[in-house]
């Protein structure tokens, strides 16, 4: 069988599916969102742990600004 990714629209649209999955005509497979993942593939260089130390400071000091 075809597998097919379908972005729904409206709420009335997964209750039309789930009556086909009832009526054992389709079978919905739910699938993790890969938007996270495939940013994580564009990334080219990994933060040092002095990077990471220097924006956890930067980030810190705006929030004791905002305070």
């Known amino acids: 069988m075809e597998k097919l990714v379908i972005e729904l629209t409206n709420q009335k ?9 009832e ?5 919905m497979i739910k699938t993790p969102s890969t938007n996270l993942s495939s940013l994580r593939k564009k990334v080219q260089d990994k933060m040092s742990d002095s990077q ?16």
């Open 23 to 27: 009526l054992n005509l389709i079978k």
């Open 52 to 67: 990471i130390d220097e924006q956890l400071q930067k980030l810190r000091e705006e929030w004791q600004r905002d305070i």
């Open 13 to 21: 649209a997964y209750r039309l599916l789930k009556e086909l999955e």
